[in-house]
């Protein structure tokens, strides 16, 4: 799987947005781009996914770049709840390969949300 | 369930004993992953199931450790000869299938082991 960059840490305010960025250089025509997050002493949970159009849902949005080097994950209005750490990866794909089906979690950003 | 299920939700063990972690993946997921978490690190992929093969078994720190998957679906991972280093939280994730790029993965809330 390609390799994705995240800052290590970032801080926000409670209710205001939040965007959390992420770099894949190195990004193949065939990787879907995946958001995991984990809150403290839980197993990480997903938050959104997607290939080339930006999407939409109840958790967040995710924005990607036409060239899909980057993408950023927006969260409209942060909470206390928000406080974890984001992880950004690629999930590629592989017919054939025992590569096919890992998921390969980085370090990702651990958001702060202060009151 | 509802969920993917781990148990147990904590193991205290002595160096050198065997452990057993469990994992009960949602009903009908025919994917399930294992993963290593240590204190204040990220997560390590150690072994993944399609059915009850494992194509991956790339991650497995030794041969200490060894998983097996039974009926499509329980999952037990097992640790001989415990030792310190082994100790970190074990997290399962199952998903429908591995083929496609999109599926997205539940995790359990993984199990805490602690080898005195």
């Known amino acids: 799987d390609a390799k994705t960059t995240q800052p290590n840490s970032m801080e926000s305010n409670e209710e205001e947005p939040v965007h959390l960025p992420c770099n894949h250089s190195?990004?193949?025509?065939?990787?879907?781009i995946h958001w995991y997050r984990q809150l403290p002493s839980q197993g990480p949970e997903y938050v959104i996914h997607?290939?080339?159009s930006n999407v939409n849902n109840r958790m967040a949005s995710l924005a990607i770049a036409e060239d899909r080097k980057s993408s950023t994950l927006i969260l409209h209005r942060a909470t206390l709840r928000d406080a974890a750490v984001y992880y950004c990866?690629?999930?590629?794909?592989?017919?054939?390969?025992?590569?096919?089906?890992?998921?390969?979690f980085g370090q990702g950003t651990t958001l702060q949300v202060k009151p | 369930g509802a969920g993917v299920s781990q148990s147990p939700s904590n193991k205290v063990t002595e160096k050198g004993k065997d452990v057993e972690l469990r994992c009960d993946p949602i009903?009908?997921?025919?994917?399930l992953y294992w993963y290593r978490q240590s204190l204040g690190q990220g997560l390590e992929f150690l072994i993944y199931f399609q059915g009850n093969s494992a194509p991956d078994k790339s991650g497995l720190p030794s041969d200490r450790f060894s998983a097996e998957r039974t009926g499509g679906s329980v999952s037990t991972l097992t640790i001989q000869r415990t030792q310190q280093e082994d100790s970190a939280v074990y997290l399962c994730?199952?998903?429908?299938?591995?083929?496609?790029?999109?599926?997205?993965?539940?995790f359990g809330s993984g199990t805490q082991l602690s080898v005195l």
């Open positions: 990866i690629l999930r590629g794909i592989l017919y054939g390969s025992s590569n096919t089906g890992k998921l390969i």
């Open positions: 190195t990004i193949s025509g065939t990787d879907y």
């Open positions: 994730a199952s998903s429908l299938g591995v083929i496609e790029n999109s599926e997205k993965l539940f």
């Open positions: 009903s009908g997921h025919t994917a």
């Open positions: 997607g290939l080339t």
